[in-house]
């Protein structure tokens, strides 16, 4: 008999093992098709109009060694980075879990029970009032054949997370590398723009004591001493604003490199002007970007996930096939728990089917396809947003370099300005408003260049970022390819 049962077991089980591999519920994910154009539609100077995107490490581009060294701080130290990357654990052991469900599960148990039977209830087993042990070890096991392909699209689906997270993770170091950048360069205009606002407060002070060695000669009127003082003041306001604004930048800068601010601040250093990179720079052509933006890579892969989840749903509409035994030693005495009389087993198929659920079942893989439209449709929004940003650098980049050309010659100007009306000032030919008017005008001028000295900078680090740049680095231990 028992033969037999197993005979049967045998045939019972052979049908969907074998047909396992053949059958596999929901559809095969392909990469979407995506169409972009096949230029940029901002035209620059043809350094920037064609050309590899070879980015790896494109602040070294910067010829700043300071830079370099906060950039390898930050991939090493920084908190962000590490989180992503746990993620990416994170993710990996969460497929383990997935694939676990192809295999049996066994369990190893034992135990002892002490027991009484009422002496009030008839012909009790075992008789009425004694107390007895029950020795009890053995296995369970069971195994849910994966029929329909259920755990095998949750397997997928659990892959794609995984590459998903990983681009999460490149990501997170592109956003990462820019912003130790954005931070940088915005310390070092400061830098420039303290030293130019010094450096006027210093001729302003030459001008305040023109008006009053004028004055002391009567050759000027009181009222050239108090709008020179005045003028002075207000650009010595300027600096401990300027100053504030560092120090914030300092700070930040700290965080993205997992220092406090005094070790960034030894990191920077003595000023050494604001970096400028190198204006040979390939920025490739659109399509590039699906291959290099990791946000955009990510977003497809999550697209690949949740169209695995679609077809793990599907399998809760067929019927689960399951194989299941137990094997026991039991006795009353310890001491004969080993023996052969002490075996106590069972195992058989199974399966359960849930026929009614009230269209549970179909209304949660409707779900899971307008998951699956979502997951589509933010990977094409994806692709939109990174060319809308490369876009937008490179019309920073453009319109950046012009203003600075036309802000260098206002500057030249102004200097040339500064000069010839102090000469006539103190020749008496000009009062002294030409002296304010000119000593204003080269401070903001100034100013301005400093501040676009640090934009341009700042847009060819967006434009670096918008191009996925830096995530295909293996040197510091932390960046390596998960």
């Not at 030293?195 to 001729?203: D, F, K």
Request: hydrophobic share 40%; glycine share 6%; with cysteine.
């Amino acid at each position: 008999m028992t033969g037999r049962f197993a005979s049967q077991t045998a045939c019972l089980l052979a049908a969907p093992v074998l047909l396992a591999g053949c059958m596999l519920v929901g559809r095969n994910y392909t990469s979407p098709d995506t169409i972009t154009p096949d230029t940029w539609h901002q035209s620059l100077t043809a350094d920037l109009n064609s050309g590899s995107s070879s980015l790896e490490r494109w602040w070294t581009r910067f010829n700043d060694p300071t830079l370099n060294r906060l950039i390898d701080t930050a991939r090493e130290s920084n908190r962000d980075l590490a989180i992503a990357y746990e993620r990416i654990n994170e993710a990996r052991a969460a497929r383990g879990i997935a694939r676990s469900q192809l295999f049996p599960d066994i369990e190893f148990n034992g135990g002892v029970n002490r027991g009484r039977t009422s002496q009030n209830v008839g012909n009790p087993t075992p008789p009425a009032g004694k107390t007895s042990d029950l020795w009890t070890t053995g296995l369970d096991a069971g195994w849910e054949i994966d029929f329909f392909g259920g755990v095998r699209r949750s397997i997928e689906s659990a892959d794609a997370s995984v590459a998903g997270t990983e681009e999460l993770y490149r990501d997170t170091m592109v956003s990462l590398l820019a912003e130790v950048a954005y931070a940088y360069i915005q310390i070092r205009t400061l830098d420039e723009r303290i030293r130019l606002a010094q450096e006027n407060i210093r001729n302003q002070s030459d001008s305040v004591a023109l008006t009053e060695d004028r004055l002391e000669a009567g050759l000027s009127p009181e009222l050239d001493v108090s709008q020179a003082t005045s003028n002075l003041a207000t650009t010595k306001a300027v600096v401990p604003a300027l100053r504030n604004q560092r120090d914030i930048a300092l700070n930040r800068l700290a965080v993205l490199i997992g220092r406090y601010p005094a070790a960034a601040e030894s990191f920077i250093g003595s000023s050494k002007g604001i970096p400028a990179p190198g204006r040979s720079a390939g920025v490739g052509i659109p399509t590039d970007l699906v291959r290099a933006r990791p946000d955009i890579r990510a977003a497809e892969r999550q697209l690949a996930a949740q169209t695995a989840q679609v077809g793990v749903a599907e399998a809760d509409l067929f019927p689960r096939f399951t194989l299941s035994g137990t094997f026991q030693l039991q006795s009353l005495a310890a001491s004969s728990l080993p023996e052969s009389n002490s075996r106590n087993y069972a195992f058989g198929p199974s399966f359960r089917w849930n026929i009614f659920n009230a269209g549970r079942i179909k209304s949660q893989i409707a779900i899971e396809e307008s998951r699956t439209k979502q997951a589509y449709l933010n990977y094409e929004n994806s692709v939109l947003k990174g060319v809308a940003e490369v876009e937008d650098a490179l019309s920073s980049v453009r319109n950046e370099r012009d203003r600075l050309a036309a802000l260098d010659t206002a500057v030249n100007a102004s200097r040339k300005t500064v000069n010839l009306v102090k000469d006539n000032y103190r020749e008496g030919l000009i009062d002294f408003q030409n002296v304010l008017d000119a000593e204003r005008t080269i401070f903001s001028n100034e100013d301005a260049l400093a501040t676009s000295k640090g934009q341009i900078a700042s847009a060819y680090v967006s434009l670096f970022k918008a191009l996925g740049g830096g995530t295909r680095m293996k040197s510091a231990k932390s960046a390596e390819t998960p």
